[in-house]
Nanobody, 124 residues
Framework: QLQLVESGGGLVQPGGSLRLSCAAS????????IGWFRQAPGKEREGVSC?????????YYLQSVKGRFTISRDNAKNTVYLQMNSLKPEDTAVYYC????????????????WGQGTQVTVSS
């Protein structure tokens, strides 16, 4: 069974950090671009970041996360990470990772596999 599993979410105070993980089971992430999306209550799902198959290219789709979030991948561990620093209340959302066979894109419908999401809450 092909599956993506996110972890690392939780409750953090403003200014804090979290590292999200996206682990694959049933397939290898080596052949996929991996994107992170988020969805806040009452809002549409939005692209946050993506890392290419090789890991040589990274994309940050939201101006608000540039300089604060870093995406990386460890193919040996079959895992992609999203390091989130200087978190703000507006970062509160369910964060999802997704796999695309071809390339990074900000369009959710292009992705082939999705995880179930992990909740990130930034609050004092």
């Amino acid at each position: 069974q092909l599956q993506l599993v996110e972890s690392g979410g939780g409750l953090v105070q403003p200014g804090g950090s979290l590292r999200l993980s996206c682990a694959a089971s049933g397939f290898t992430l080596d052949y996929y671009a991996i994107g992170w999306f988020r969805q806040a209550p009452g809002k549409e799902r939005e692209g946050v970041s993506c890392i290419s198959l090789s890991g040589n290219s990274t994309y940050y789709y939201l101006q608000s996360v540039k300089g604060r979030f870093t995406i990386s991948r460890d193919n040996a561990k079959n895992t992609v990470y999203l390091q989130m620093n200087s978190l703000k209340p507006e970062d509160t959302a369910v964060y999802y990772c997704a796999a695309d066979r071809q390339t990074c894109t900000n369009w959710p419908l292009e992705y082939d596999y999705w995880g179930q999401g992990t909740q990130v809450t930034v609050s004092s």
